[in-house]
């Protein structure tokens, strides 16, 4: 069964493509889209506040998540 969903998992990063990334004072931001599910998603790296998340914008408004991600950051969205 691990198997079987590490290969999922490895399938699906294969099907994510990178749309937009911008970086600046240790704060990456990345837009993919996931030509599989067609969903979109904003991954946030920063290094300054050690934190990693990652928002699942609504179509019309993912380039205002990528753009402004901490005004959208909430409790639902995948943090590690």
């Known amino acids: 069964m691990k198997r079987n969903a ?4 490895t399938d699906l990063s294969r099907s994510r493509r990178e749309l937009a990334h911008r970086s600046n ?3 990456d931001v990345t837009l993919f889209w996931h030509s599989q599910t067609d969903e979109l998603l904003v991954c946030v790296s920063d290094e300054r506040r050690d934190a990693y998340f990652e928002i699942r914008p609504e179509r019309d408004l993912a380039l205002d998540v990528f753009y402004h991600p901490y005004a959208y ?3 639902d969205d995948i943090a590690a």
Do not use: A, N
Not at 6 to 9: E, F, L
């Open 25 to 27: 004072g240790g704060v």
């Open 73 to 75: 950051w909430g409790d």
């Open 6 to 9: 590490k290969r999922q998992s």
